[in-house]
């Protein structure tokens, strides 16, 4: 009974966050899936998941596998990109980044862009490689934060367990959910310290962003969501949503600052900036999963 008391009361104050989310216009938020070789088959699951929960947050989720969208013109109509179980090397961002823009990562999204230092420094780091798919325990470090205020502290999860090149709190990131990794089959070699406790998932305001002298969003990565089983989980859905609802309340672009210099066009009235047009990203029907993608911009299977 306490525990069912406890639970009601976490949600009580998960929908309160949500209340107090209000801004000038609805956040667009565009995702991207784009991948090459590996293709998890879990990415159509995850992006109706994001999809039904859009009108709770108040955001438009809209999804593209079109490299050519990343272009400064259309990037600064999104108050934050979602990389979604995408792999890859080249996509241009760092602009997008300095001037306010909002990044949420996740799963093999650490392992895109694997050259591009003002990516890495935005994630937080780079994927090394991952334990065998199994049931382990992932502990809460900070309870506080809107993408674990909901979880339990011990929460029991199968998925893979990520090891990492960096330690995500050297690049001034802040870990929220850690592997208990006495609970992990692990035979894999460990050739870089990505500090302890275990990082699995983390936030950070970038502050003067990935070089100095700029503005910078905020940034939120979770190396959760292999299965399309996590994705129907509803703990799942509001440790992602709740990230996602942290990193626009930075109030670095137009959904939530007139002044900003990226976002939704509609919170400053306009119709377009510098004379671009808006966005014509839709939601595509992405290739089966282990099919290739044709995308330059992919490209390391993981």
């Known amino acids: ?159 893979e367990v990520y090891n990492f090149e960096i330690d995500p709190r050297s690049l001034g990131a802040t870990v929220v959910l850690a592997a208990d990794e006495s609970t992990v089959v692990d035979n894999g070699v460990r050739r870089f310290d990505q500090g302890t406790p275990h990082p699995l998932a983390w936030f950070a305001e970038r502050g003067a962003g990935v070089q100095a002298g700029n503005v910078a969003g905020r940034s939120f990565y979770t190396s959760l969501g292999h299965l399309n089983e996590t994705w129907r989980d509803e703990l799942f859905i509001s440790h992602v949503i709740g990230g996602i609802s942290w990193v626009l309340q930075g109030n670095t672009t137009r959904a939530y600052n007139s002044s900003a210099q990226v976002g939704s066009l509609q919170a400053s009235g306009s119709s377009s900036l510098a004379g671009s047009p808006p966005s014509t990203a839709t939601t595509t029907s992405p290739p089966p999963s282990g099919s290739q993608n044709t995308s330059s911009y992919v490209s390391l299977p993981r």
Request: with cysteine; aromatic share 12%.
């Open 1 to 159: 009974m306490e525990l069912a008391y406890l639970f009601v009361l976490q949600l009580c104050s998960f929908a309160l966050f949500y209340a107090r989310t209000t801004h000038a216009a609805t956040a667009r938020i565009l995702v991207y899936t784009a991948t090459q070789q590996f293709r998890h088959d879990s990415i159509p699951t995850a992006l109706e998941a994001l999809k039904a929960k859009q009108a709770s947050i108040d955001v438009e989720f809209e999804n593209t596998e079109d490299p050519s969208q990343f272009t400064d013109s259309n990037l600064a109509n999104y108050d934050a990109l979602i990389f979604l179980s995408t792999t890859g090397e080249d996509v241009a961002l760092q602009r997008y980044f300095n001037l306010g823009g909002n990044f949420v990562g996740i799963h093999s999204a650490s392992d895109t862009l694997r050259n591009s230092t003002a990516y890495i420094n935005q994630l937080g780091s780079r994927f090394d490689y991952h334990a065998d798919l199994q049931n382990f325990t992932v502990n809460v470090i900070d309870g506080n934060h809107p993408s674990t205020s909901i979880l339990p502290t011990n929460w029991v999860i199968p998925d």
